[in-house]
């Protein structure tokens, strides 16, 4: 049974940084498409940064330079360090993953992906 568990989340002020976490279980990270999402209120969900079981990643254009997402198989972990953070990075995020074929698990593929943990907020105020 796939389990996802976010931690990290919490209030920063403009330019600061933040990493999030994401527990898994269940599965194997190394062979599966993991991804950020996040979504703000009264705003669909975006996909933020995937890493596919090839270790290449992939970025929304808004995060680019700011955000870097990485995971460690040894402990079945995935992390998103957010730096320069901005007011609109405020937002719920959840973690995702699914086995998808690495040349899908990109953000202008948006792949859909099955398994969600139950999100961590972040909030950036001026």
């Known amino acids: 049974q796939v389990h996802l568990v976010e931690s990290g989340g919490g209030s920063v002020q403009v330019g600061g940084s933040l990493r999030l976490s994401c527990a898994a279980s269940g599965f194997t990270s190394s062979m599966y498409c993991m991804g950020w999402f996040r979504q703000a209120p009264g705003k669909g969900r975006e996909g933020v940064a995937f890493?596919?079981?090839?270790?290449?990643?992939s970025y929304a254009d808004s995060v680019k330079g700011r955000f870097t997402i990485t995971k460690d198989n040894a402990k079945n972990t995935l992390y998103l360090q957010m730096n320069s953070l901005k007011p609109e990075d405020t937002a719920m995020y959840y973690c995702?993953?699914?086995?998808?074929?690495?040349?899908?698990?990109?953000?202008?593929?948006?792949?859909?992906?099955?398994?969600w943990g139950q999100g961590t907020q972040v909030t950036v105020s001026s």
């Open positions: 995702a993953a699914d086995y998808v074929f690495d040349p899908y698990c990109r953000s202008d593929r948006a792949p859909d992906l099955r398994f």
């Open positions: 890493i596919a079981s090839d270790d290449s990643t």
